[in-house]
């Protein structure tokens, strides 16, 4: 009897392995939370933000777009300032154009310093841009931003919110994704040449 019982909870025990090894190999048992892939960010955001020109406050107007792959593209509106608000085409953002740290760069799951589950990339020379994969309280989207060179931290819940980092650079991104303008919509309002 005692032989028979062992052998039965050995089997037991068995079976219940090899059903959480089966879930766990057809992708069927995550845990809760699990964040969403990448993909789930794709899409296009404003990047619209104020700077003081002069040290009068303006607008500054650009966008990124993250792919179903976590490809980023940073554009930014040429012709900017007090009297051309508005007026420009877009091009790639590039030197201290806000956002130019990030083109081209991919995100990849991974952490903060701190440990919060993110989408992250390097963004510039040291520093690290990433979109935490848990939503804030009210529900939007957060993004962080480390400096490297002086090792400090920040994450942003809000809009039209902007971090000016080392070497004249600068990084926003507002959520929700837009709807528009949609991928052709922004392609039709890039500079000639881009």
């Known amino acids: 009897m005692f032989l028979k019982t062992s052998w039965q909870r050995l089997g037991a025990r068995t079976g219940l392995l090899g059903a959480c090894l089966a ?20 899409g296009i955001y404003s990047s619209a933000h104020t700077v003081k020109i002069n040290g009068l406050p303006e ?5 990124i777009e993250i792919d179903g792959d976590g490809r980023i593209t940073a554009y930014e509106q040429t ?5 051309s608000i508005g007026t420009g085409c877009y091009m790639l ?32 020379d040291s520093d690290t841009f990433a979109i935490l994969a848990a939503p804030a309280a009210n529900g939007s989207k957060v993004w962080y931003f480390h400096n490297g060179r002086n090792d400090k931290s920040i994450t942003i819940n809000g809009t039209n919110n902007v ?13 929700p994704a837009l709807a528009h303008p949609t991928h052709n919509e922004l392609r039709d309002k890039l500079c000639p040449g881009q």
């Open 23 to 42: 879930l766990g190999l057809t992708g069927v048992a995550h845990g809760l939370d699990d964040p969403d892939s990448v993909s789930s960010l794709a």
């Open 59 to 63: 607008s500054t107007f650009g966008y």
């Open 79 to 83: 012709d900017e300032g007090p009297i």
């Open 93 to 124: 953002a590039s030197g201290t154009a806000t956002n130019a740290g990030l083109q081209s760069r991919t995100l990849t799951l991974g952490t903060t310093l701190q440990g919060a589950a993110a989408y992250v990339t390097q963004a510039g």
């Open 163 to 175: 971090v000016n980092a080392d070497y004249r650079t600068s990084y926003s991104i507002s959520f």
